[in-house]
Each structure stands twice: as C-alpha cells, then as structure tokens.
C-alpha cells in the first residue's frame, strides 16, 4: 500500500526560483532607462555638434568676406577714399555709381546674406592702414553691441566681431 502524503507547499521555505520572480522584468526596465539615458546624451552632442559646426561656418564666411574686400582695397587704390569710413547700417546701396560703390554695395549684400544680421565697418586708422570689421549676431539672440575688444567683449550684449588691418 503506498501512502500518498500531501504536501502544503505554504509551509515549505521558498525556493530560489519563486525568489526570483519578477526580477528579469525589472532587469529589463533597469536596461530601458540606461538606453534611454545614453540615446538622450547621444542627441544632445549631436545637437551641440551641429551648432558649434555652424558657429565655425560663420566664423569662416566672416573670414572670407574680410579677406575679399582687403584683395578690393588693395587692387583698388586709385579709389581708397571711396573706401574711407564705410559703415553698412548707413551706406552700402547706390543706383549710380563708381566701381568701387557698387564693390562695396555687393560686399554688403554678401555680408547680410551669408551672416545673420551681418554688419561692416571699413575705416581708415592712419596713413595706408585700413581697418576691416564684420559683425554679426553668432547666438541669433538679439545683440547689438559693437565692441569688438577682446578684454570687454560681453556676449550678451555685443554681435560677435571679425577685425582685420589691411596695409596698402
């Protein structure tokens, strides 16, 4: 005769695997939200990439139109005065004019067009040493400030600045 004894399981000890239960879920969760922190992370340097490969576009299209306009002056001395003090907040368009106006025209138009609120300054500091000065707003905030001094240059209030001195 065989005995069958019944077993109450409630009083066993619990085993390893009944421990375990619901732990690979919260493995997976656990995995789910370090993904998703590093895919998050992954997007911010993306974003912060791109924005500082624009940045150095517009530091490098600064560069460029400086340097055309210091090839103008310096192909173009016959007209220097023509060059003398320009500033494109108040000058820059003409409908009649000499080669050297309509050079500087085009310049301006260049400088608006590649650089947000671009702005120049062309200025004549002494003798045959011209100053070149393009401004633009780098952070698109709004600045207008026109300093162009390293040690008092404030990005929250000046367009960031690209000065070159040309000798003729």
């Known amino acids: 005769m065989m005995f069958r004894h019944r077993r109450d ?4 000890p619990a085993t390893l695997p009944s421990l375990q239960r619901g732990v690979g879920m919260l493995e997976v969760l656990i995995t789910l939200l370090v993904l998703a922190a590093g895919l998050l992370g992954s997007a911010a340097l993306h974003l912060n990439t791109l924005r500082e490969s624009q940045l150095a ?3 490098g299209q600064a560069v460029t139109l400086a340097q055309d306009i210091s090839g103008r ?12 003090d320009f500033d494109s907040q108040t000058g820059g368009s003409c409908t009649s004019c000499t ?3 309509q050079a500087l025209a085009d310049w301006k138009t260049r400088v608006e067009a590649n650089l947000p609120s671009g702005r120049i300054q062309l200025s004549n500091t ?14 698109r905030s709004g600045v207008t400030g026109l300093n162009c001094n390293k040690e008092e ?3 929250s209030t000046d367009m960031a600045c690209y000065q070159l001195m040309v000798q003729l």
């Not at 002056?73 to 003398?84: E, V």
Request: hydrophobic share 30%; no cysteine.
């Open 9 to 12: 399981h409630s009083a066993l």
């Open 73 to 84: 002056l310096l192909g173009d001395r016959g007209n220097i005065a023509t060059y003398n």
């Open 153 to 155: 240059w404030d990005e």
């Open 126 to 139: 002494g003798g045959s040493l011209y100053q070149v000065r393009i401004y633009w707003d780098e952070n």
């Open 99 to 101: 080669d050297a106006q």
């Open 57 to 59: 576009n517009q530091r």
